[in-house]
């Protein structure tokens, strides 16, 4: 199965905090690109790790060639035409940069897209950038669509400020794209919310198509003031409907598998080979006939509001 996210990698800061540094990818087949990329550093708004780093929220770069991008040729040649970079802060400090790319094709479908809200100018989130494959009219729709508080995924996010899945999306009315998601075959998708003023809101949402997933399952894992662990919050996933009953007795301690590293470090993960993880999510995912893992930390000043995790 064709996914629509074809590479992924992670940039952590140097020892003197002055440049980016690579710190793990997955490429699939696409073993040049990933051989330069592990040569190089970036720093402060330079390329598109820097350029995350310097805004402080997430970018979509929808052409490389006359852009900041540095890899423009080899990632031609590698057949990837769109990146997007998702910078963590905790407070001040930036502790990651994970960058996704995707590629075009005649059978690629889905959407990566950042909504903004300045509250001193609107009332309403709009689209700052999206990608969508071959979704065109879906693509047309969603720029000329606006979310008040509290409506659409985007606005259900930004009025929870916290992480959030919607499932089914083709009969969902919650989702107010949804007939231009029948159209495209979407059926899933995630918010995630980024603040960088008091004024400035952003929401980075996945939206995955049958055809060539986002990811095949999504979960939402949130700390418990109770137990000092992580519980399960939400999730969806296209082998198993029974998520919250599976996960219901289901705790994750600081450190334990993927999800749990990646609470600790405050640093994304990918994880090419859940059979290395021993942990219960891991273990599910597997049964599901999953093979990998992106994980997200979700912070705020205050520190971890959510761990975010997709599987393929």
């Excluded at 330069?36 to 970018?59: N, S, Y």
């Excluded at 999510?281 to 599901?288: D, E, G, L, Y």
Aim: net charge negative.
């Amino acid at each position: 199965m064709k996914t629509f996210i074809r590479a992924a990698e992670i940039w952590t800061p140097t020892p003197d905090k002055s440049r980016l540094r690579f710190l793990d990818g997955f490429y699939g087949p696409l073993d040049q690109f990933r051989e330069i990329t592990q040569q190089m550093t970036f720093g402060f708004d330079e390329g598109l790790p820097g350029k995350a780093w310097a805004r402080r929220h997430p970018v979509i770069l929808k052409e490389f060639s006359n852009s900041y991008f540095m890899r423009t040729e080899a990632a031609k040649a590698a057949g990837l035409t769109c990146g997007m970079a998702l910078p963590v802060f905790s407070g001040d400090e930036l502790k990651a940069v994970l960058v996704l790319f995707c590629g075009d094709d005649e059978a690629h479908v889905g959407a990566i897209e950042l909504w903004h809200n300045n509250s001193d100018e609107s009332y309403e989130m709009k689209l700052v950038e999206g990608y969508y494959g071959t979704a065109e009219m879906f693509e047309f729709n969603s720029r000329h669509t606006h979310f008040p508080r509290g409506f659409g995924l985007p606005g259900r996010v930004w009025k929870k400020n916290m992480p959030l899945i919607m499932k089914d999306l083709l009969r969902s009315t919650a989702f107010l794209r949804w007939q231009d998601a029948v159209e495209v075959g979407i059926n899933r998708g995630i918010g995630i919310p980024y603040t960088s003023t008091a004024a400035d809101s952003w929401i980075f949402v996945l939206l995955s198509a049958r055809d060539t997933p986002i990811a095949r399952r999504f979960e939402i894992w949130i700390p418990n003031g109770e137990t000092g662990a992580l519980t399960f919050d939400s999730g969806d996933c296209d082998q198993n409907t029974s998520l919250a009953e599976d996960y219901r007795q289901t705790s994750i301690a600081k450190g334990d598998g993927t999800i749990g590293k990646v609470w600790r470090d405050e640093v994304p993960a990918i994880n090419a080979r859940l059979a290395d993880d021993s942990s219960a999510p891991a273990k599910s995912a597997i049964a599901a006939g999953l093979g990998m893992s992106i994980t997200l930390p979700v912070l705020d000043e205050r520190g971890l509001k959510a761990v975010v995790a997709w599987y393929l």
